[in-house]
């Protein structure tokens, strides 16, 4: 069993989310609080975020995992863009922590922007343990990265080392989420999935899996370039994102699809992986 759901839209609250979800036949979500390219939040109703929290515990919803706008970089060279970045973090988790507690936040580590890895994940680390607080009850999620430009978690030995050096007490509020596009332009080949698993284990420890991100891509494995498809029609192709979908060990998590799709191309999707579980 697995929970599935796509990203959609915030644009008709918070509610309408939850009954978008219901329409797509999936029993989780993932959305943005605030436009990707990181402008202001729109201020949360009440009553339409207490809406969609009846939604997800009458329907019994997996987790839902909130992500970050891209642009949020905790570790830029430019100084305002790292207050800014960590002004949305606050605001977004805040929100999260009023309105939809429990969940999942998951965000891209950040881009170095020509300092190196080395210098970037120390400071991805700080800000973390500046900004989480050990009694929040959302997880924070490090996206797996496909490494184009000078993005920051393309190895998973990349966020092992943003993970260990993020103090002790928040340990179990960080976990990671795979997107199954990334982690093949960034070189793991899913023809081997076990293999695949077998190394994030060694690496980052299986438990640390909370979240996948099911994608196909428009380019082969290694090409790091971050290309979503819809599912079946790219490089992974559908028997490796079945085999994803099956595997024993990602039971339970929440599947998430951010493809390029409308709302029916969802649907047809969310049908399509319910079959391949029967
Ligand atoms: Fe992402
Ligand atoms: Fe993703
Ligand atoms: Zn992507």
Request: charged share 25%; with cysteine.
């Amino acid at each position: 069993m697995i929970h599935i759901g796509a990203h959609v839209s915030v644009a008709k609250g918070w509610e309408a989310m939850g009954k978008t979800t219901l329409e797509l036949g999936g029993d989780t979500f993932a959305f943005f609080l605030r436009s990707p390219r990181g402008g202001a939040a729109k201020p949360v109703v009440p009553e339409d975020a207490a809406a969609l929290r009846a939604i997800i515990e009458e329907h019994g919803f997996g987790t839902i995992v909130a992500h970050a706008p891209y642009t949020m970089n905790l570790c830029a060279v430019k100084e305002y863009v790292v207050e800014h970045a960590e002004d949305v973090f606050r605001g977004d988790l805040q929100n999260l922590e009023d309105y939809l507690p429990g969940q999942y936040m998951n965000f891209h580590p950040g881009s170095h922007v020509g300092q190196g890895a080395e210098v970037a994940i120390p400071r991805i680390a700080d800000a973390l343990n500046r900004l989480m607080d050990p009694g929040q009850t959302t997880t924070i999620l490090l996206e797996t990265m496909a490494g184009k430009g000078s993005e920051v978690g393309r190895t998973f030995e990349e966020l092992r080392d943003i993970l260990d050096l993020v103090k002790p007490d928040l340990q179990d509020r960080m976990g990671v989420c795979l997107d199954t596009c990334h982690v093949w332009d960034a070189g793991y080949d899913l023809s081997d999935l076990d293999a695949v698993l077998d190394e994030f284990d060694k690496v980052l420890g299986l438990h640390r899996l909370k979240a996948i991100h099911l994608n196909d891509s428009k380019n082969p494995c290694g090409a790091h370039k971050d290309r979503h498809e819809k599912l079946g029609q790219g490089f992974i192709g559908e028997e490796r994102l079945k085999a994803v979908v099956t595997h024993p060990k990602l039971q339970g998590l929440p599947f998430i699809l951010e493809t390029p799709n409308e709302l029916p191309g969802y649907r047809k999707e969310i049908e399509t992986i319910k079959s391949w579980l029967v």
